[in-house]
Nanobody, 117 residues
């Protein structure tokens, strides 16, 4: 059973920074994508950033230049450094891992990020 445990959310003022962490445990195929999604109230869940096990990164336009995703393959851990946070970044952030073989997808429980003055 694959489990994802997130941490690092919280309350921050506009312009501030947060670093989210997600550790995956269980049997995970080495070829995979790990990513962060978010869901704001009344909105659909959207991709924020994703990084493959080969290090290829992709960001949503809203995250480019402000967020940085990184990972440690040996630890099956992914981080996302979020700088210059805006009010509109407020959402529940979910960690995700998708295996290349079989396409199995797993989700974390979510961590709340609130940007407020």
């Amino acid at each position: 059973q694959v489990q994802l445990v997130e941490s690092g959310g919280g309350l921050v003022q506009p312009g501030g920074s947060l670093r989210l962490s997600c550790a995956a445990s269980g049997s995970i195929f080495s070829g995979n994508d790990m990513g962060w999604y978010r869901q704001a109230p009344g909105k659909q869940r959207e991709l924020v950033a994703i990084i493959s096990s080969t290090g290829i990164r992709n960001y949503a336009d809203s995250a480019k230049g402000r967020f940085t995703i990184s990972r440690d393959n040996a630890k099956n851990t992914v981080w996302m450094q979020m700088n210059s946070l805006k009010l509109e970044d407020t959402a529940v952030y979910y960690c995700n891992i998708r295996e290349w073989v079989g396409g199995h997808t797993y989700w974390g429980q979510g961590t709340q990020v609130t940007v407020s003055s």
